[in-house]
């Protein structure tokens, strides 16, 4: 167990819908990390934030958004979505450099119908 | 473009055969090297890391090389035992940025 939780373990919906995934960091990390998780693309890096500012950017959609809240919790936004959406969705946590552990929560699996 | 390339992408052994997974990265510049280990439905667990200021770094059964000369760094665990059967991702920092990682190798230890 990383300490790091993901609710929901999944999600099925519909093409045009909006979710929001949620991602609790392990006790005293102040980075969450968003990844997206798919068969053709592999893990790739969405957005990082720091103790409720986003410090970096990787290949995140405009349709997706982000935030991290004052207890450190972060959520993931996706809108207008798409067949090509369904992945899984890992967060991690850690601290303010990419070269200090990460650690990956279980993931949320998405399905859009 | 910045990438990390993975080899190979599946990797059967025997249990108690060694195992050995390479990766190469595109910028010199990289530092971190960290190795991931997927289990099926799981989130990736880091296994072992490397920095650039050395050139190997061990941990029991596993064993991690890097040569920055050569832009390549691989993963070699001894001893193989059924549970190493898994998915295994090196990843990189390239551009002074995030995280890359790399395909992903599939591992199967047949007992």
């Known amino acids: 167990d990383s300490g790091v939780t993901q609710t929901p373990k999944h999600l099925i919906t519909a093409t045009g819908q909006r979710v929001t995934l949620r991602c609790s960091p392990r006790s005293g990390d102040l980075s969450v990390y968003w990844y997206q998780q798919s068969l053709d693309q592999g893990l790739q890096f969405l957005i990082q934030y720091y103790n409720g500012e986003e410090r970096a950017k990787g290949n995140i959609l405009e349709r997706f958004s982000a935030q991290q809240f004052p207890d450190l919790h972060s959520e993931l936004n996706l809108s207008s979505l798409e067949l090509g959406d369904s992945a899984l969705y890992f967060c991690?946590?850690?601290?303010?450099?990419?070269?200090?552990?990460?650690?990956f929560g279980p993931g949320t699996r998405l399905t859009v119908l | 473009g910045e990438n990390v390339e993975q080899h190979p992408s599946t990797l059967s052994v025997q249990e108690g055969d060694s195992a050995v997974i390479k990766c190469t990265y595109s910028?010199?510049?990289?530092?971190?090297f960290p190795w991931y280990k997927q289990e099926l439905g799981k989130g990736p667990q880091l296994i072992i890391d490397i920095r650039s200021n050395v050139g190997e770094k061990k941990d029991q059964r596993i064993a991690v090389t890097l040569n920055k000369t050569a832009k390549h760094f691989s993963l070699h665990i001894t001893e193989t035992q059924p549970e190493d059967s898994a998915v295994y991702f090196c990843?990189?920092?390239?551009?002074?940025?995030?995280?890359?990682f790399g395909k992903g190798t599939m591992l199967l230890v047949s007992p």
């Open positions: 991690a946590s850690g601290g303010y450099d990419s070269t200090d552990t990460q650690y």
């Open positions: 910028d010199s510049a990289s530092n971190y």
């Open positions: 990843a990189a920092i390239l551009g002074y940025s995030t995280l890359t």
